[in-house]
């Protein structure tokens, strides 16, 4: 049983900066659209219309829509009856209009080779690659597996999966086999598309051994792609192929037919899937279908960023295996006909200042990234940004969890010169699309805050009797359906059901904490449920958990996530050995590599507390809270609903000579 959600607010304080306010630069022009109150006011009052307008200008239809909106709380459809193909609107509709010629990504290796693709060199791929898919048995309604580093082969994949109508579901390259064989039996992948893998720090990070190990225990799949990533560009991958099984990408690609007209989509047919972690162990497969999501990333896209597809070069930081990354890098930018850079590695190969060499070179306008970047970058030192010319600059924006007043100042007058608009966007893999941010050069910012909601969208802080909340601390909830929302978890309706609807009646339930203050602005505080930020990473408490109990020397575990100063939250693990095991340093570290192995290396905890006992209720629940508390090296709360108050002082004794992963 997840444990209750806490009472947000404790930790407010630590986040407000209420009174420091940043109006819209005067040189900032918002020209793509006159956004004023009456464009908030108007959306609010018929957020259909609203809606039904962004579709209708954003967004090409072979087929209009009957009827915007068909809400049955929570099941939500929009633009019933229409139809269209993503990957049309992305591609096929600007090459149409004559903007062929114009680039979709700069993209950039990690060892500095450089590949430009226009649309037209997009589109081209894409129907290569879509009938490359149709020859491998993959028709309309299939899923099909993603798990590639930042090539442009990724993209490509996910557009021509959109193309011939099957669902993607991108698994990030971190992950484990076991992560990844769970993911494909999930959705019942039929294909899945790979590289030999990926250039991280210098070093090729490979992948198909990884396919290999999950694909032992994956009946559905029945081909593998395999794009020639490392071997291609110097690197030493030795690749095993199974006859019959696996094939090159660019051997598939020679033979393949130029030509592959786009499969007319419902506008209710599925798009993709994305796992992402919740409560429990078992990670749930985010349903994200065609015509509201691609009209709200598209929209989101255009006004957040003040795009100007003509003049701006976009650069989103973020991994395609994150939903930023679909929305963000993939749908957003090319349904607008946006012009992005796309970098492979990390931002300190060759050096320090990678990122803001690319910002120079590519002429980067709207940079948009994490607050665990910024915090790694000012950690780094402004000498770093100053080596580069960063006058191209023009909006920043941050995303995945709470940014600092610190680090969003840092932000500001470092990489923004004082000059740039910052857009703090607030959103999740279920939303599916920005739905709380600023608007450049229209909204007054203050640093930490993601200020209002967008217009169309709804938000409204609860207590825990579900009163509304106007101004203070509550919990975050969404209270009218979104064109970009989930539309389920995959095979599990009533999962969807308790997950997001069913804790406050009628309202959608975010799991994040937040406060509105005496100004209006909504401050969000991050997670009140088991979910864990790690350098903007979802990770639940429980997965991690039962990665840890797997292991036969571990008889109990229970995992926080402590505030850390660069990463957001650093993943704190206290754990009980089966009898006969001694604790030390030997056993800690493999216990971390086990959680690496099992789930992947995002979830590899920093520090591990062992312990005789742990903190329960005496209904037998984990006090989460308390062990969040020693981990923080917090005054310890209320502890008198404890079965045994003594385990909490032995644990804090503990936690402050635990070995750690720095
Ligand atoms: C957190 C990432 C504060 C939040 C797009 C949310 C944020 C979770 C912000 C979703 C922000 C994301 N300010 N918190 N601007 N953006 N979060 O699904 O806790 O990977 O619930 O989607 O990230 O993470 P997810």
């Given at each position: 049983?997840?444990?209750?959600?806490?009472?947000?607010?404790?930790?407010?304080?630590?986040?407000?900066?209420?009174?420091?306010?940043?109006?819209?630069?005067?040189?900032?022009?918002?020209?793509?659209?006159?956004?004023?109150?009456?464009?908030?006011?108007?959306?609010?009052?018929?957020?259909?219309?609203?809606?039904?307008?962004?579709?209708?200008?954003?967004?090409?239809?072979?087929?209009?829509?009957?009827?915007?909106?068909?809400?049955?709380?929570?099941?939500?459809?929009?633009?019933?009856?229409?139809?269209?193909?993503?990957?049309?609107?992305?591609?096929?509709?600007?090459?149409?209009?004559?903007?062929?010629?114009?680039?979709?990504?700069?993209?950039?290796?990690?060892?500095?080779?450089?590949?430009?693709?226009?649309?037209?060199?997009?589109?081209?791929?894409?129907?290569?690659?879509?009938?490359?898919?149709?020859?491998?048995?993959?028709?309309?309604?299939?899923?099909?597996?993603?798990?590639?580093?930042?090539?442009?082969?990724?993209?490509?994949?996910?557009?021509?999966?959109?193309?011939?109508?099957?669902?993607?579901?991108?698994?990030?390259?971190?992950?484990?086999?076991?992560?990844?064989?769970?993911?494909?039996?999930?959705?019942?992948?039929?294909?899945?598309?790979?590289?030999?893998?990926?250039?991280?720090?210098?070093?090729?990070?490979?992948?198909?051994?990884?396919?290999?190990?999950?694909?032992?225990?994956?009946?559905?799949?029945?081909?593998?792609?395999?794009?020639?990533?490392?071997?291609?560009?110097?690197?030493?991958?030795?690749?095993?192929?199974?006859?019959?099984?696996?094939?090159?990408?660019?051997?598939?690609?020679?033979?393949?037919?130029?030509?592959?007209?786009?499969?007319?989509?419902?506008?209710?047919?599925?798009?993709?899937?994305?796992?992402?972690?919740?409560?429990?162990?078992?990670?749930?497969?985010?349903?994200?279908?065609?015509?509201?999501?691609?009209?709200?990333?598209?929209?989101?896209?255009?006004?957040?960023?003040?795009?100007?597809?003509?003049?701006?070069?976009?650069?989103?930081?973020?991994?395609?295996?994150?939903?930023?990354?679909?929305?963000?890098?993939?749908?957003?930018?090319?349904?607008?006909?946006?012009?992005?850079?796309?970098?492979?590695?990390?931002?300190?190969?060759?050096?320090?200042?990678?990122?803001?060499?690319?910002?120079?070179?590519?002429?980067?306008?709207?940079?948009?990234?994490?607050?665990?970047?910024?915090?790694?970058?000012?950690?780094?030192?402004?000498?770093?940004?100053?080596?580069?010319?960063?006058?191209?600059?023009?909006?920043?924006?941050?995303?995945?969890?709470?940014?600092?007043?610190?680090?969003?100042?840092?932000?500001?007058?470092?990489?923004?010169?004082?000059?740039?608009?910052?857009?703090?966007?607030?959103?999740?893999?279920?939303?599916?699309?920005?739905?709380?941010?600023?608007?450049?050069?229209?909204?007054?910012?203050?640093?930490?805050?993601?200020?209002?909601?967008?217009?169309?969208?709804?938000?409204?802080?609860?207590?825990?009797?579900?009163?509304?909340?106007?101004?203070?601390?509550?919990?975050?909830?969404?209270?009218?359906?979104?064109?970009?929302?989930?539309?389920?978890?995959?095979?599990?309706?009533?999962?969807?059901?308790?997950?997001?609807?069913?804790?406050?009646?009628?309202?959608?339930?975010?799991?994040?904490?937040?406060?509105?203050?005496?100004?209006?602005?909504?401050?969000?505080?991050?997670?009140?449920?088991?979910?864990?930020?790690?350098?903007?990473?979802?990770?639940?408490?429980?997965?991690?958990?039962?990665?840890?109990?797997?292991?036969?020397?571990?008889?109990?575990?229970?995992?926080?996530?402590?505030?850390?100063?660069?990463?957001?939250?650093?993943?704190?693990?206290?754990?009980?050995?089966?009898?006969?095991?001694?604790?030390?340093?030997?056993?800690?570290?493999?216990?971390?590599?086990?959680?690496?192995?099992?789930?992947?290396?995002?979830?590899r905890p920093k520090t591990i507390v062992f312990t005789d006992d742990l903190p329960k209720t005496r209904s037998g629940k984990i006090m989460r809270r308390l062990l969040r508390d020693v981990a923080e090296g917090r005054e310890l709360g209320?502890?008198?609903?404890?079965?045994?108050?003594?385990?909490?002082?032995?644990?804090?004794k503990r936690a402050m000579s635990a070995p750690s992963d720095d």
């Amino acid at each position: 049983m997840a444990d209750e959600p806490e009472t947000p607010g404790a930790t407010i304080e630590d986040y407000l900066l209420e009174d420091r306010t940043f109006p819209p630069p005067p040189a900032f022009k918002a020209v793509a659209l006159v956004v004023d109150t009456t464009m908030y006011d108007a959306a609010n009052e018929d957020f259909e219309g609203f809606w039904a307008r962004q579709a209708a200008d954003l967004i090409t239809w072979q087929r209009p829509w009957d009827t915007v909106l068909d809400w049955q709380l929570p099941f939500a459809k929009w633009f019933v009856g229409g139809r269209l193909n993503a990957s049309e609107n992305c591609l096929d509709r600007h090459v149409e209009a004559g903007l062929g010629e114009r680039v979709a990504f700069h993209w950039e290796g990690e060892p500095g080779d450089t590949r430009t693709l226009t649309y037209a060199d997009l589109l081209a791929e894409v129907q290569r690659f879509a009938n490359v898919l149709k020859g491998l048995g993959v028709e309309k309604g299939d899923r099909v597996a993603i798990y590639m580093p930042m090539i442009p082969e990724l993209p490509v994949a996910l557009l021509a999966c959109a193309r011939v109508g099957a669902a993607h579901s991108v698994v990030f390259g971190g992950f484990s086999a076991d992560s990844l064989s769970d993911r494909i039996n999930d959705a019942e992948c039929k294909v899945v598309v790979t590289a030999d893998g990926g250039w991280r720090r210098g070093q090729p990070g490979l992948l198909k051994p990884t396919v290999d190990v999950a694909l032992a225990s994956t009946p559905s799949v029945e081909h593998v792609v395999v794009v020639d990533r490392i071997a291609s560009s110097g690197g030493e991958a030795e690749v095993a192929m199974t006859d019959g099984r696996d094939h090159w990408y660019h051997e598939l690609m020679a033979e393949a037919a130029t030509e592959c007209a786009p499969e007319p989509m419902d506008s209710e047919d599925l798009l993709y899937l994305l796992y992402t972690s919740g409560t429990t162990g078992k990670p749930k497969g985010i349903m994200h279908t065609t015509g509201g999501y691609l009209t709200q990333v598209a929209f989101t896209h255009k006004y957040v960023f003040d795009l100007h597809p003509e003049t701006d070069v976009y650069w989103c930081t973020a991994d395609v295996g994150w939903v930023t990354g679909h929305s963000y890098i993939v749908y957003g930018p090319l349904a607008n006909g946006a012009t992005s850079v796309m970098y492979e590695g990390t931002p300190d190969t060759p050096g320090r200042d990678r990122f803001w060499d690319l910002v120079e070179r590519y002429q980067v306008s709207i940079l948009y990234t994490a607050p665990t970047a910024i915090r790694t970058f000012m950690k780094w030192g402004a000498a770093e940004p100053e080596k580069h010319d960063l006058s191209s600059l023009r909006v920043l924006g941050s995303v995945g969890e709470p940014i600092n007043p610190e680090a969003w100042i840092w932000y500001h007058e470092h990489i923004g010169a004082s000059r740039c608009p910052i857009v703090d966007t607030w959103w999740q893999t279920e939303t599916g699309a920005i739905m709380i941010s600023p608007l450049p050069g229209a909204t007054t910012t203050k640093p930490g805050s993601a200020t209002f909601p967008l217009p169309g969208i709804a938000a409204e802080l609860v207590d825990n009797d579900a009163e509304v909340v106007p101004r203070g601390g509550g919990y975050l909830t969404l209270t009218r359906p979104w064109p970009a929302m989930l539309r389920g978890i995959y095979g599990d309706p009533e999962r969807y059901r308790d997950t997001y609807w069913s804790r406050f009646e009628g309202r959608y339930f975010a799991g994040d904490g937040a406060k509105i203050d005496s100004d209006g602005y909504l401050w969000v505080l991050g997670r009140v449920d088991d979910v864990m930020n790690i350098s903007g990473h979802r990770i639940s408490t429980t997965e991690v958990e039962s990665a840890l109990v797997d292991n036969p020397k571990v008889a109990e575990a229970a995992v926080v996530g402590a505030k850390d100063d660069v990463t957001g939250q650093a993943i704190v693990a206290f754990v009980t050995l089966r009898g006969g095991v001694e604790p030390g340093a030997g056993v800690g570290e493999e216990l971390r590599d086990h959680v690496a192995n099992k789930i992947g290396k995002i979830s590899r905890p920093k520090t591990i507390v062992f312990t005789d006992d742990l903190p329960k209720t005496r209904s037998g629940k984990i006090m989460r809270r308390l062990l969040r508390d020693v981990a923080e090296g917090r005054e310890l709360g209320d502890t008198t609903t404890l079965a045994d108050p003594a385990v909490v002082e032995e644990i804090r004794k503990r936690a402050m000579s635990a070995p750690s992963d720095d």
